[in-house]
C-alpha cells in the first residue's frame, strides 16, 4: 500500500522560509523514474501541481511560484523536498506529494492522497 506522509507546514509571516518534506513508502522500483510532484490546494479551489522533478534532478515550476520555490528529491530515501522562500499570502493552502502518471499535471498521478501539510502565510 503506496502511503506518502508530508510534514514540515506552518504558520509563517510574509518574506519567510518553510521546507517541506515528503516521505513515500510503498512505491515499487517501477516507479523509480516517474516525475515526483508538489501540489497545493487552497479552500475553494483546484489542486495544482506547483513543482516537478524527475528522477535525474530536472526541476520545473509553475509560474507563480519560479524563483521563490525549490523542489529536490532523495531517490534512496524515497523523501522528496520543497523549499519554499519569500512566501505570500497566496502561497496559503495544503500542500501534497505524488508520483506523476506523466510529465504534467494534465495526466493525473498514480496514487491516493496523503494528509498534506498546511502552509498558513501571514500579511
Known amino acids: 500500500q503506496v502511503q506518502f506522509v508530508e510534514s514540515g507546514g506552518g504558520l509563517v509571516q510574509a518574506g519567510g522560509s518553510l521546507r517541506l518534506s515528503c516521505v513515500a513508502s510503498g512505491i515499487g522500483p517501477t516507479f523509480r523514474t516517474n516525475f515526483r510532484g508538489w501540489y497545493r490546494q487552497a479552500p475553494g479551489k483546484q489542486r495544482e501541481l506547483v513543482a516537478r522533478?524527475?528522477?535525474?534532478?530536472?526541476?520545473n515550476y509553475a509560474d507563480s511560484v519560479q524563483g521563490r520555490f525549490t523542489i529536490s528529491r532523495d531517490t534512496a530515501t524515497k523523501t522528496t523536498y520543497l523549499q519554499m522562500n519569500n512566501l505570500k499570502p497566496e502561497d496559503t493552502a495544503t500542500y501534497y506529494c505524488?508520483?506523476?502518471?506523466?510529465?504534467?499535471?494534465?495526466?493525473?498521478?498514480?496514487?491516493?492522497w496523503g494528509q498534506g501539510t498546511q502552509v498558513t502565510v501571514s500579511s
Open positions: 522533478i524527475s528522477d535525474r534532478g530536472a526541476a
Open positions: 505524488n508520483v506523476l502518471r506523466g510529465t504534467g499535471a494534465a495526466q493525473g498521478v498514480w496514487f491516493p
